[in-house]
């Protein structure tokens, strides 16, 4: 891997954290909207698996499905296949439910469980993509 794509792992790497801390910030809130907070932890395992994918000189495709980005990134990290099939409760978050005419009211209950699915997909990648 040459310094340019580094720098590209450190950007993707740089923009997950954003979007996790994002998460915590606002799961810490009394006011906490639990719409936004399921787009944040898609957002978080998209720019993770992209940076896997280009930690392994893969170009990541302009895409927020998840079960996609998992195909691709599978070689580099077997253990994805668990969380393949659950990925779409994630990707959901990414497109579907951020735009007027598919918004639906999110519960806390499934906020709470997209947010433990993002630590789930987290602790695989996070190991992954470490230099």
Known sequence: ??????????QWLAKAQSDWDAVE??????????????????????????????????E?????????????????????SLLADVSDELTIHGVETRYPGELRKIKKSEMIKVVELAKRFGDILHAKTKE
């Not at 006011?31 to 932890?41: A, G, I, L, S």
């Not at 990541?60 to 994805?80: G, N, S, W």
């Open 25 to 58: 910030i606002l799961t810490a809130s009394e006011r906490c909207p639990n719409d936004t907070v399921c787009f944040h932890c898609q957002q978080f395992v998209e720019k993770m698996l992209k940076a896997l994918l280009t930690k392994n000189e893969i």
């Open 1 to 10: 891997m040459d310094e340019h794509d580094r720098e590209a792992v450190r």
């Open 60 to 80: 990541a495709p302009k895409t927020h499905d998840l079960r996609r980005l998992i195909q691709l990134a599978q070689p580099f990290a077997k253990e994805l």
